[in-house]
């Protein structure tokens, strides 16, 4: 299991994610807020404004990223879709 760290640089639907291994990942999140915002009631429709993405934060028990709407990502997910 992967366990996030840090969030090293945060843009709109992009992350830089330094992960407990030591290793640095590039996160493109765009495409996927796009599928699973289709619905305009989803929580993740809120993350499709660029000012919601950018409040996200790293949960200190779980280590994955949330968000105060209550959406959060798990680590192991982040990590296989980083380059």
Do not use: Y
Request: aromatic share 10%.
């Amino acid at each position: 299991m992967h366990a996030i760290i840090d969030i090293i640089h945060i843009e709109p639907f992009k992350l830089t994610l330094k992960f407990e291994s030591g290793e640095i990942r590039n996160v493109d999140l765009q495409k996927k807020l796009i599928e699973w915002g289709e619905n305009p009631k989803s929580k993740f429709a809120d993350l499709k404004e660029p000012k919601n993405f950018l409040k996200v934060k790293i949960d200190p028990e779980f280590q994955s990223l949330v968000w105060d709407n209550g959406i959060d990502l798990c680590p192991d997910f982040l990590f296989e879709l980083g380059i």
